[in-house]
């Protein structure tokens, strides 16, 4: 069988997807089922995977999705809980006091506060408790989802205290090899990896800095009615957008460059949050119009989700800002202590849930962590709210059923999305000794383009976390086989493997279990397939940037790779 034959069975599964959520509008709950099936037929026919290999990726997947929906159910019990205690209720009125403008109240949420917890937790978290915030304060579920799905993107590759670069690209990449050339031309691994962070930290920062506009220009167009839908309506806020994304990603760069992979997202997030809505209270760059959404009588039914909140008939307690914001600051200390000091680290993961060579298959791996992921991190802020807004135990109670429901409808889609993407990764054991389905496909792409390959290679990252939802599991699938091409075609390895990380950093705005995860938490699951007609705009606008930043990079700059050079 061909090469070009075989690349297009490795992309069957992701076509079919591609028609069936955004082509023929099916609900990925009935779309994911044969999405599956098609990657076990292509697997076991094609690519003669053993049925106790795909059996064993299966269960691998089985086991992910169970710590996914665990994130999940942290982020909906914390907002139902809020919901309960009054505290949303005052978070609502204190974003009003900032900007009644629901433009300026989506980029403080979604791309300030959402950079900062990205940076703190990754696994998709901002979209997990951005989107049920920003409903909670009047947005309509699918707009909210579409803040939350955009802010997966500049802070991702610094995500999680950096773990797409320390764990993915370190991983990826054949360290052996690579740091015994390292060391023979007097430098070092640690010098190498600091490179490719400093690369993705600018080339983040030059296109990601537009990224609020972006936000803006979505919610408008998409959301706007009448007079509100009018480009004048993202042309008067333009300037304010511009300022909140200089805000992250100034900083975000300058970590980036002199602190290394850990911090960029995290400081970036910190100080852009603290700038832009210290000077928002001021006014600055606010515009004289606001802008606000149609009467919610007349949104469409597809804008809808199935958790509603009144929040004033919820509670009559009273409560300050402060006392109701603790919470989602206790969120963001607990997710930087856990992640960034090694003896609490340990003890949060000494909590730990492992299955290692599932089936006897070589490398088959599973495990979770209940405290170290965010959902463990959320429930325990969850407990800690139940005494500080000195709530009732009815209330838990009925915060613990609402977000329970939810699981059952998201846990069925993921079943089905995270099983057929460990398949696809776990192909390269085979009989017909054939590499993996995300690797020949790359291989096909590779040898198609040829000397434009620059312009492509954010697109192969994105790829895989298309298919893996994951920044981190792109990086250590395609890392390695980045830095091949650009070997062979006499091109810089950082550069290449830094836009393969800015790739996988946009794919996540596609990545259909985020889009799953996210719109379980606002109740919108039945409709992936809207929300991917929409983000895939922004993730071509990033992929297509970056890779027309490191075409030009690469060719009029002549940026060399000094550390490999001979």
């Not at 991190?377 to 613990?400: D, N, P, Q, S, Y």
């Not at 057929?420 to 389905?437: C, F």
């Not at 992936?528 to 929409?534: F, K, T, V």
């Amino acid at each position: 069988m061909s090469t070009g034959l075989l690349a297009f069975f490795a992309f069957v599964p992701i076509l079919l997807a591609g028609i069936l959520l955004i082509g023929l509008r099916w609900p990925a709950r009935r779309a994911m089922p044969l999405v599956y099936l098609s990657s076990v037929g292509i697997a076991l026919f094609a690519w003669d995977m053993s049925a106790n290999r795909i059996l064993a990726s299966t269960l691998q997947g089985l086991v992910v999705t169970i710590g996914l929906l665990w994130i999940i159910f942290g982020a909906i019990l914390l907002l139902n809980t809020l919901k309960h205690s009054g505290a949303i209720t005052v978070i609502r009125a204190g974003f009003s006091s900032i900007s009644p403008d629901r433009r300026i109240q989506a980029i403080i949420i979604a791309w300030l506060f959402g950079c900062f917890i990205e940076g703190a937790s990754g696994f998709g978290t901002p979209a997990a408790i951005a989107a049920p915030l920003l409903v909670a304060i009047g947005f309509p579920a699918m707009a909210a989802v579409l803040m939350g799905m955009l802010v997966q993107s500049t802070p991702v590759s610094f995500g999680a205290v950096g773990t797409p670069i320390i764990v993915g690209i370190n991983s990826g990449l054949d360290h052996a090899s690579i740091g015994a050339q390292l060391s023979a031309n007097g430098s070092s691994w640690d010098a190498y990896l600091q490179i490719i962070t400093s690369q993705v930290a600018i080339i983040h920062a030059l296109v990601g800095t537009l990224m609020p506009m972006i936000m803006v220009i979505m919610l408008v167009r998409f959301f706007g009615a009448g007079k509100t839908k009018r480009w004048t309506s993202v042309f008067e806020v333009l300037p304010f957008a511009l300022f909140a994304g200089a805000s992250v990603t100034v900083p975000y760069m300058l970590a980036g460059i002199f602190l290394g992979p850990e911090f960029p997202a995290l400081i970036g997030g910190l100080v852009g949050l603290a700038v832009a809505t210290t000077t928002a209270r001021m006014g600055f760059l606010i515009p004289k119009n606001s802008w606000d959404f149609a009467d919610q009588a007349d949104w469409p039914q597809e804008w809808l989700g199935a958790i509603e909140m009144k929040l004033d008939e919820l509670t009559s307690n009273k409560m300050s800002s402060f006392r109701a914001w603790c919470p989602y600051l206790l969120v963001a200390l607990l997710l930087v202590i856990s992640r960034v000091f090694p003896q609490v680290t340990t003890l949060f993961k000494s909590v730990s849930i492992s299955f290692n060579n599932l089936l006897g298959e070589a490398g088959i791996n599973a495990s979770i962590q209940p405290l170290y992921l965010p959902g463990g991190i959320l429930v325990i802020v969850v407990l800690a709210t139940f005494f500080l807004h000195r709530m009732k135990l009815k209330e838990l109670g009925e915060a613990v059923k609402e977000s329970s429901g939810v699981l059952l409808s998201a846990g069925f889609v993921l079943l089905f999305t995270v099983p057929m993407v460990r398949i696809l990764i776990n192909s390269g054991v085979n009989a017909a000794d054939l590499p993996s389905m995300p690797i020949l496909m790359a291989r096909y792409v590779a040898e198609t383009v040829g000397g434009i390959y620059p312009l492509v290679a954010p697109t192969i990252g994105a790829l895989g976390a298309f298919l893996a939802g994951s920044n981190t599991i792109s990086n250590m699938m395609f890392s390695q086989f980045q830095f091949g091409v650009a070997t062979n075609l006499g091109l810089s390895s950082a550069l290449i493997v830094a836009a393969q990380a800015i790739g996988a950093a946009a794919g996540n705005m596609v990545a259909i279990h985020n889009v799953v995860a996210a719109s379980a938490t606002v109740g919108l699951l039945g409709r992936e397939g809207a929300i991917l007609r929409r983000t895939v705009w922004p993730t071509l606008y990033y992929v297509l940037m970056t890779g027309i930043i490191a075409l030009f990079a690469a060719y009029v700059l002549g940026i060399s790779d000094p550390l490999m050079a001979r």
